[in-house]
């Protein structure tokens, strides 16, 4: 029997062998979590509320910077090397797939192709199906599943420099930013944007042209600043397929948690997860509790009409909506 | 008195000063306008409100990508040629930057640099200042805002694959996404992520090499299918930088707008447009309302450190708070 169909064995298995099996440190049944996760499956949420209790205890490390800058390459180095210490990893690949067409891919899963076959590495592309703001949830969630299933770390791979980065930074304890020399061109737009991201910067394919001056400008630019929780961040030069300055990056994502635990800056960090949790999924909850009633009694396709054709602006619009709840108390 | 003098003597005027003088195209008005919606300057939505009906009749032109693709300079090059026909033209540089730091850097205005003096081209970065979402709210107001200034195309520049381009996807009449060749490695990964999120497909840095293998890549995978409101994405090839393909591509524009025009699906633009920026709107005041709710009566603090200590799961702590607005009615 192959993934697949175990996966699909547990369609039909009662919700509550999903709990059992994830905290037992079954992958199968962590990936059809997941997966109800991504398909907004009304269930699933029962299972994560029971899982709940169960989280909190892995590391978590992000790792974001723009397309084509060997982020997956470098992640499979990394699990490498946790591997030699039987530490057990979770991989997932946050895919900014378009909401308008729901497609998903896992071009991903190849480039980790060396850990595929690894029971100890659970990896997992995310992609969002629908609404703004859900593919943030559903990465958020998936990191309490791989938690919950016992992995000891979870990278989080983020693609490009948009909202989905700006979440991870926010629930991750480590977060890596990677960039190559060929972002030269654009450091000057890229390093006001996401400097103040990362707790660590690599600067991978570090062979490639104009590699040594890419690597000056950016110490030059980190040096200038730019700290989370006091944390001065640190620089290291990777050339990923050659496996070249991986160790280094490993250690010093060790000096950095040493100095989260060292400071007690990690409480800093659960809270400031945990505050995401809670609030993301308030804001989603509270939106389609607005807008189902809105729907149900039929304003929500008359209100939209109306501001298409400027006879109601939307700042009236929300303002009448909130004054219609200020109104039930 | 230069732009900046400009822009600070309005802290001085009363609002309805700005009102009139954006109506009556001026863009120092405009740019002090969306300074407020940055800052989230409440007497912003009273103005925002009084100008709303006079927008909706900018046409409005996404340019989304990864970084480094040359979308700035894209742009630039599509200015010129809406410029010798009159057109009035906006430009809003969506600028990824952290919301950790509040940053913001205007690094697009030097590859706009040739119109950066012309009257009839006004150009504008957009940073993100604080809270998840903020910056898609206010691209859509300042593009309401050049709207109202009288503008008659607006092109909106997004950087990187996440979110802001998903928005700007939602608001555009017409969507382009611009790659390089140097992408052919991940137009694997790119393909299915943002195939969909195009009208307009553009091939920029077309000399490089290996253009024109990732260019039939393309051509095939568009020919597969994926289109919005029944349009099928065109595709062009440019050289940006030397001005090469940039009239066949404003041509390309023009054509898409004629089918929309012509199809009557531009109605099914704007509905989607108003639906977009009034759901944005009502999603973030939703959260507002209820976490002001909550800070003054004490309980976020609590319900965090809860989550945080696994006392309580975060799924209870939403419904929670839901039910005691369903308990309102």
Redesign the interface.
Known sequence: MNKEEKILQYLDLPFQHIHNDILKGDPIAAARLISMVEDDDPTA?KI??EL??H??KAYIIGVTG???TGKSTLIDGIIGYLRKEKKGIGVIAV???????G???L??RIRMSSHVEDEGVFIRSMA?RGN??G??NATIEAINIIDALGKDVILVET?????????I?KIAHTSIVVLTP??G??L???K??????GDIFVLNKGDRDGADRVFQDLRNVLAGG?N?NGWSPSLFKTEACRGIGIQELVEGVRLHRAYLEGSGNI?VV??R???T???????D???D???NDMIKIGTLTR???D??E?KR???????E??AG??K??
């Open positions: 949420v994560l509320q709940y209790p989280t909190g723009p397309p084509g895919d900014p797939s378009s909401p308008l067409s497609g998903a891919i071009g991903d969002t703004p703001g593919l943030a693609v490009g420099v948009g909202q989905a980065e700006v979440d930074v060929d972002m061109d654009d000057q737009m890229i006001s944007g996401i400097m103040e991201m730019g989370r409480g659960r809270k997860r945990s505050e949790e809670f609030v993301y999924l308030l804001r909850a509270l939106l509790f607005v807008l209100i939209v009409d501001i298409a400027r602006d939307p700042y009236r619009a929300v303002r909506v909130i709840l200020k039930r108390s």
